[in-house]
């Protein structure tokens, strides 16, 4: 409580002086308050006013390659990329680990999204961004040798940025992004993961995904993509609320999954 007491009396400081030097500036001359700012061009120790750049921009640098980076790949937002060679590498991982196991994504599904955002002057969208980095996040877990904890995060903060773009694009791939997150915090924050399960099962549900009948607004391809990714949600469910205590929230999707398993 001292260190963050004595930090916010910092702060008050430097916002007085600041405050000061405004008042100061607009109650002198033009000639007089343009003299402070000549004063600093001209000082030969400007350069020390100048902070060094964050550690973590160092972790959002695109290249495939790190002889041959590639150039910087214009973002929706004024965010860049994380690093292209350790989003290849946690998308491999996640294909190794958890996509094995879980109907999310196809390798060719994460291949495709990869160069749709790494490709030299592509253009992705948001919801391909929340998809991709949505897998990326997951990836990193088991790439956690080698990759900084701040590597990792970065890949979910952007997955979680674009969340509602991904939802407004496509059910299935909102549904798919949901289930992302949910592992994410099963692994990281237990607490929020019933949420984006529960998104993921509201959009199964809104997209009459429900017993083995296909709605003939979906094809027969993306039907099997939808019964994949519900059933990972419903296993999701189940699993957290059986070992956190949590009592389960879709009790109206009980007889869907019973009938609902086909793999």
Known sequence: MAAVKARNEALQADVNTLRAALLALQTTSLSEASQPCTNITADDNSDGLITDPDPLDALFTASIDNSKPLPPVKPITSLQLPDALKCKRSVLAFFRCSGSLFHIFKPDDGIALFNQVYAVGSVPSRATLSELFAIAAIGSHYENTSMAWDSCEAFFTL???????????????????????????????????????????????????????????????????????????????????????HVRASGRCQAMFQVFILF
């Open 159 to 245: 997955a979680r940025l674009y969340f509602d773009d991904v939802i407004d694009a496509c059910p299935l791939r909102g549904m798919r992004v949901s289930v992302l997150l949910a592992m994410w915090n099963i692994m990281c924050k237990h607490t929020v993961a019933l949420a984006y399960i529960e998104t993921g099962l509201a959009l199964a549900e809104a997209s009459n995904v429900r017993g083995q009948l296909r709605p003939l607004s979906i094809d027969d391809d993306s039907w099997v993509n939808y019964k994949g990714v519900f059933n990972t949600l419903m296993f999701l469910e189940h699993w957290i609320s059986a070992t956190t205590g």
